[in-house]
């Protein structure tokens, strides 16, 4: 997919897509809009789909809303999550999971920067099911990076006495900040910055 999606004219798509490819282009849109304005319709227009084509993966919005947002979390997990699990423990992965959240944004895997942050603003302060999916995952990652923390800690890769809570806090803000910036900015500056800071916080792995 071209980092200049959605822009697309809809007639490069071929006419029969798959599910996966639909979500995926549902997730670039999402980061963009927001997903408040992901609907069927929506999706369907921008895609040049009709819309009982799009009625036939996904019942309703809200049904394609989670959808979109269980795709955009699998395609983080591949992305930032297993690198860092396959690094080594402990100060390895923490130096790995920031490494590979700085790499997402820098290869423009979603034209709006990360979609777990942008989703997690925008359905904050709404109940229901999409908060609760997006809301659980932004929880499941802090405790990943807290975990690394954790066991960093256990093999003296870092000062006694730190904590892994306020380390996994203060890492997570660090990227949401770099998410942020390099969107805004779009300079390559900003994820050089992130990793000079990052590198300071940890030290060497």
């Not at 009709?50 to 699998?74: D, I, N, P, V, W």
Request: proline share 5%; with cysteine.
């Amino acid at each position: 997919m071209s980092d200049a999606w959605p822009h697309e004219r809809a007639d490069a798509w071929p006419y029969e897509r798959t599910r996966d490819t639909i979500l995926r282009a549902a997730a670039s849109l999402a980061t963009v809009d927001g997903l408040d304005r992901l609907s069927i319709g929506r999706l369907a227009a921008v895609l040049g789909m009709s819309k009982s084509g799009l009625h036939a993966h996904f019942g309703s919005t809200q049904e394609l809303q989670l959808a979109t947002a269980a795709e955009a979390a699998r395609v983080f997990d591949a992305e930032v999550v297993q690198p860092a699990l396959a690094a080594p423990a402990g100060l390895g992965q923490l130096t790995a999971v920031c490494e590979a959240f700085f790499a997402h944004l820098e290869r423009h895997t979603f034209p709006g920067g990360c979609f777990m942050a942008s989703a997690a603003l925008e359905v904050g302060t709404r109940p229901g099911p999409v908060r609760d999916l997006v809301a659980a995952f932004q929880a499941q990652f802090g405790a990943l990076i807290r975990g690394f923390a954790a066991t960093a800690l256990a093999r003296n890769e870092l000062a006694a006495g730190e904590d892994p809570d306020r380390l996994a806090f203060e890492l997570n803000g660090i990227m949401l900040a770099t998410d942020t910036n390099f969107v805004a900015h779009g300079d390559p500056a900003v994820l050089d910055l992130a990793r000079q800071i990052v590198r300071q916080r940890l030290g060497p792995s």
